[in-house]
């Protein structure tokens, strides 16, 4: 059986602008995002930690590592999904998010699952 397979997690984002909690005259946009973490493997496998790389339209990078996601570990069988809502800030109007989670299998092979690169963007600011 192919690793690559046999240890697989897909994740997906989806983000949104958040103007309530903003303050554009300051130079502070909130953006709240929504994740989903399926195990598209062929083993059980736990998130243990994550990795974020936040940047905004300037290049500045805010870098987060930190345990679980959202106060939870979660434990995803085969065919499993997670889903979490989470929340950054940024300068900019526009920038992005790119990451890892840091899993561990039932049998004990760590791999990191990687989260594509995904837009955080005012609307009506990219056409």
């Given at each position: 059986?192919?690793?690559?397979?046999?240890?697989?997690?897909?994740?997906?984002?989806?983000?949104?602008?958040?103007?309530?909690?903003?303050?554009?005259?300051?130079?502070?946009?909130?953006?709240?995002?929504?994740?989903?973490?399926?195990?598209?493997?062929?083993?059980?496998?736990?998130?243990?930690?994550?990795?974020?790389?936040?940047?905004?339209?300037?290049?500045?990078?805010?870098?987060?590592?930190?345990?679980?996601?959202?106060?939870?570990?979660?434990?995803?069988?085969?065919?499993?999904?997670?889903e979490y809502s989470?929340?950054?800030?940024?300068?900019?109007?526009?920038?992005?998010?790119?990451?890892?989670?840091?899993?561990?299998?039932?049998?004990?092979?760590?791999?990191?699952?990687?989260?594509?690169?995904?837009?955080?963007?005012?609307?009506?600011?990219?056409?």
């Amino acid at each position: 059986m192919a690793e690559s397979r046999k240890y697989h997690i897909t994740v997906t984002a989806r983000a949104e602008f958040v103007p309530e909690q903003s303050d554009v005259g300051a130079g502070r946009y909130v953006f709240a995002y929504t994740i989903e973490i399926a195990n598209t493997g062929q083993i059980a496998a736990q998130l243990i930690s994550r990795h974020w790389m936040i940047t905004d339209a300037h290049d500045k990078a805010q870098e987060v590592r930190g345990l679980g996601v959202v106060g939870e570990q979660p434990f995803l069988r085969p065919g499993e999904k997670f889903e979490y809502s989470s929340g950054t800030a940024i300068a900019t109007p526009v920038g992005s998010m790119r990451g890892s989670y840091q899993m561990v299998a039932e049998d004990g092979h760590q791999f990191d699952a990687e989260v594509p690169l995904f837009l955080l963007s005012m609307p009506r600011v990219l056409h």
